[in-house]
């Protein structure tokens, strides 16, 4: 699902990104989530912190398969 419609990001890019080990500030300066309207912040947020909390550090080529935290975000 696209999280970020004036930068067209998605949930699995931001989740690929967290996967790694980047946090919200990082994501927001590599994909400019949030950086326009602001709506989407508190979702991108959000899916940041759920992987945080999940999957603490992997390396972006081993994300073969990404489980999309589920929630109430909406685009």
């Known amino acids: 699902m696209i999280v970020c419609v004036c930068q067209r990001v998605s949930d699995r890019e931001i989740v690929r990104h ?6 919200f500030d990082d994501i927001q300066l590599e994909l400019g989530v949030a950086t326009c309207c602001g709506r989407c912040e ?34």
Do not use: F, T
């Open 18 to 23: 967290a996967r790694a080990g980047m946090g």
């Open 42 to 75: 508190g979702c991108a947020r959000d899916i940041v912190a759920q992987c945080a909390a999940s999957h603490p550090v992997a390396a972006l080529h081993n994300a073969a398969r990404i489980d999309v935290p589920q929630g109430g975000c909406a685009a």
